[in-house]
Each structure stands twice: as C-alpha cells, then as structure tokens.
C-alpha cells in the first residue's frame, strides 16, 4: 500500500519569499507519479505540478516546483516569489502506472502574510 | 475551458432520505474518480472507473452507497439511506487513463457538499 505523509500542518511565509512543502512517500511499487494539488478557502481542487518516478529531471511549471529526490522518497514542492493568493491548502498525492487511484497525505495549510 | 462539473454543489438532507450526486467528467476522458473529504479521514477514494466499468470500489460502503457511469458523459454517486456519518464534500475527478506504462492527471470538479441533518 501507498502512504504520503506531510509533515507540516501550517506554515506561515512572508509575501515574496520562497516556501517549501514537504512530502515524504513510501511504496514498493517502482512506477508511480507525484502530483501536488492546492486547495483555496473555496473549495476546489486545483492541480499544480507531476512528477513521475522515472523523470530524470525535477518538474516545474511557472512558479512550482517539484524538488524529487528518489532515493530519500521525498517530493517537496517550492513556491518562487510567494503571492497572496497562494494561500491555500496543498496536498500531495501518489498513484501508480496502471492504478490511477490517488494517495493523499493529510495537507498543509499556507499563510502569506502581507 | 474543459472541467468536470458536479450537481448539486450544495446538499442539505435529512437522515433517511435518498441522496443522488452527478458529475459530468472532461469530453474524452476515460477515467472517473469518486472521492469524500473530511475532516477526520482527509481525502479518501471511494470508487473508480475507467472506460465505464468500475475497477475498484473498496472505498465505499456497500450497503448503502452505490456508483454508476450510465454513459460516458455522466457518472453518479447513491447513498440510500443517508446518516449524518455521511456529511462531507464529495468530489468527482477524471484522467485520460495512460495505462499501465503511465498514470495520469486527475481533474477535480468543485465538489458536493453533504450536509444530512
């Protein structure tokens, strides 16, 4: 079975600044994707950012990044130049190739402060 | 602007009663995910699908929860009869379904809150 643990249930980032959000996974299974998802005070679930087990570079798209590191089992997302409406929730995720089911871990709630 | 929509967004029931939650997943899509959050469990997979046919439902309570994909455009979620345990948002995601040299995307749709009074 697939586990994510998220380690930080709130973190508070100053508007501008870098952040970090971990993400630790376990499975045995050595085909499987990452994925990050935000989650705004309204609700949706917005998807942010893949990365599969076998990519040989880290993902990026615009302002997120994946920071994968296999062998730690890690998959840390890094927000550039933190905004005020990247206030939200953020969940990371796991499936496996050919099992689209999604893991979750339990989240972490972000803050920017003006 | 493809997404998956979900009816109703908003549920207030009382325990008992029937309730039915549809989503309409992205056009050409084939997989179909039925998901609850709450507070207590978090995120957790109730059903799935792929190309109709339902490949896992051990999520789901079966005595009183029941999922169908009556055509590819439409994808429903029954609880019969609704308790309170029940109260949650339910969400409907859908992937183009890579295979098994892949996995996919997942698109969420807004989401169902369940309140059953």
């Known amino acids: 079975a697939q586990k994510i643990t998220q380690t930080q249930p709130g973190m508070f980032v100053q508007e501008k600044e870098a952040v970090t959000l971990d993400c630790t996974y376990d499975?045995?299974?050595?085909?499987?994707?990452l994925f990050w998802y935000k989650q705004p005070s309204s609700g949706e679930m917005i998807f942010l950012i893949y990365?599969?087990?076998?990519?040989?570079q880290n993902a990026t798209e615009g302002r997120y990044s994946l920071n994968f590191q296999k062998a730690r089992k890690s998959a840390n997302l890094v927000i550039s130049a933190s905004q005020l409406g990247d206030s939200a929730m953020y969940f990371c995720?796991?499936?496996?190739?050919?099992?689209?089911?999604?893991?979750f871990g339990t989240g972490t709630r972000l803050t920017i402060i003006p | 602007d493809a997404r998956v929509t979900q009816t109703p967004r908003d549920k207030v029931t009382e325990m008992g009663q029937e309730v039915t939650m549809r989503c309409q997943p992205i056009?050409?899509?084939?997989?179909v995910f039925w998901y609850r959050q709450t507070m207590m469990q978090g995120l957790e997979l109730l059903a799935y699908?792929?190309?109709?046919?339902?490949?896992?439902d051990s999520g789901m309570p079966k005595d009183r929860f029941s999922a169908e994909m009556p055509d590819a455009t439409l994808a429903t979620l029954k609880i019969q009869p609704s308790e309170p345990r029940d109260s949650a948002v339910y969400f409907c995601?859908?992937?183009?379904?890579?295979?098994?040299?892949?996995?996919?995307?997942?698109?969420f749709g807004p989401g169902t809150r369940l309140t059953v009074l």
């Open positions: 995720a796991m499936s496996l190739f050919g099992n689209e089911k999604l893991t």
């Open positions: 056009l050409g899509h084939n997989t």
């Open positions: 699908f792929r190309n109709r046919a339902p490949l896992d």
């Open positions: 990365q599969g087990s076998y990519d040989q």
């Open positions: 499975t045995s299974d050595p085909s499987y994707g």
């Open positions: 995601a859908s992937g183009s379904g890579q295979g098994q040299t892949s996995t996919d995307t997942q698109y």
